[in-house]
T-cell receptor, first 112, second 114 residues
């Protein structure tokens, strides 16, 4: 069974204080690892998809990296508007179609 | 380009009733998936439809069902509602099901069962 564990559960940062979120996964053949951002009361907003170990993707202050067992989401010099819950999900080769298995998320609060 | 549209956004139902939620995918997307999100269980996969056929199913009881129409719009139905069915129900769409397909989510339908 595919499993995704995110840590920490919550993170409080001062504006400008860089940090990393961890996503550890167990999957029988990784087809893709997805990162989403979710604001309260809203649906997840797509950030990145990573497909193979060593891959990196960046978007503004966010950078996602992937190894064979985990992914990191680095937030560089965060701003208050980066406050959200960040979700990690895996898509496995064994599961036809678009089934995603999600982790529990990391709630990030950036204080000015 | 319009995103994934879900209706209704909020609804309150009584235990024992049934509910139907609707999802319009992004234009051109043929895959529609449904997820349940609760504080205790997080985001859990319900089922996926592609070209009007259910392609994948999660571990939910038979009270949860869905369908997809020829225009790719999808509906999910929950019968005999229980208090534990209170959740945010999210719809996601993508072009197909292969690698390289971004999966986009709608804003969700908030269901409260009283």
């Amino acid at each position: 069974e595919d499993q995704v564990t995110q840590s920490p559960e919550a993170l409080r940062l001062q504006e400008g204080e860089s940090s990393s979120l961890n996503c550890s996964y167990t999957v029988s053949g990784l087809r893709g690892l997805f990162w989403y951002r979710q604001d309260p009361g809203k649906g997840p907003e797509f950030l990145f998809t990573l497909y193979s170990a060593g891959e990196e993707k960046e978007k503004e202050r966010l950078k996602a990296t992937l190894t064979k067992k985990e992914s990191f989401l680095h937030i560089t010099a965060p701003k208050p508007e980066d406050s959200a819950t960040y979700l990690c999900a895996v898509q496995a080769w064994w599961a036809a179609g678009n089934k995603l298995t999600f982790g529990g998320g990391t709630r990030v609060l950036v204080k000015p | 380009k319009a995103g994934v549209t879900q209706t209704p956004r909020y609804l309150i139902k009584t235990r024992g009733q049934q509910v139907t939620l609707s999802c319009s995918p992004i234009s051109g997307h043929r895959s529609v998936s449904w997820y349940q999100q609760t504080p205790g269980q997080g985001l859990q996969f319900l089922f996926e439809y592609f070209s009007e056929t259910q392609r994948n199913k999660g571990n939910f009881p038979g009270r949860f069902s869905g369908r997809q129409f020829s225009n790719s719009r999808s509906e999910m139905n929950v019968s005999t509602l229980e208090l534990g069915d209170s959740a945010l129900y999210l719809c996601a769409s993508s072009y197909t099901g292969g690698s390289g397909n971004t999966i986009y989510f709608g804003e969700g339908s908030w269901l409260t069962v009283v």
